[in-house]
């Protein structure tokens, strides 16, 4: 299964929301800039998130994103499917009726045993998914990131607040 970047970017870029205060929010721009991602990609992403009720933007000085609900109540799937949609990852075009020995449609009860197998694990993909959610994405993150690299984070947001403030 291949997901796209704009997923990854998303996850990040919405953990890295989780952390702020209620009401503050980050441009595209400042998000960009924080994972050195291109600002219009990523916008057009952030504005999939928006669509899909995970991410909110609040307009004028101090504005930019800012998470819709509680990270508790954001799931990866959820997330996985504002970007990259919810269909399913295996898409079986029946080949088994194809060729020289091919068949007729009616004589195939269910689907074959390749696509049954893909579809039970796409459902197990998403069940884990669905259970996981930003806040545990965040609290990894936090787990995992050196203490240098939060140092230069928590600076790094210090100064944008401090810009937008000024």
């Not at 091919?102 to 049954?116: D, F, L, S």
């Amino acid at each position: 299964m291949k997901l796209s970047e704009g997923v990854e970017w998303t996850v990040h870029c919405c953990s890295l929301l989780a952390g702020l205060p209620k009401e503050a929010a980050l441009p595209a721009k400042k998000l960009a800039e924080f994972f050195d991602v291109p600002e219009h990609y990523l916008a057009k992403h952030m504005q999939q998130m928006s669509n899909a009720g995970i991410v909110q933007t609040k307009k004028g000085p101090g504005g930019g994103y800012r998470l819709a609900k509680p990270a508790e109540a954001i799931t990866l799937l959820a997330m996985v499917e504002a970007i990259d949609g919810r269909r399913s990852s295996f898409k079986c075009t029946e080949i088994r009726r194809r060729g020289p020995t091919g068949a007729a449609p009616c004589a195939y009860k269910t689907p074959c045993g390749i696509a049954r197998a893909m579809h039970k694990a796409d459902k197990v993909w998403r069940a884990e998914l669905e259970k996981t959610t930003l806040a545990d994405i965040q609290l990894l993150g936090l787990q995992e990131t050196p203490p240098e690299q939060m140092k230069k984070a928590l600076q790094w947001l210090k100064e944008v607040f401090c810009e937008k403030n000024s």
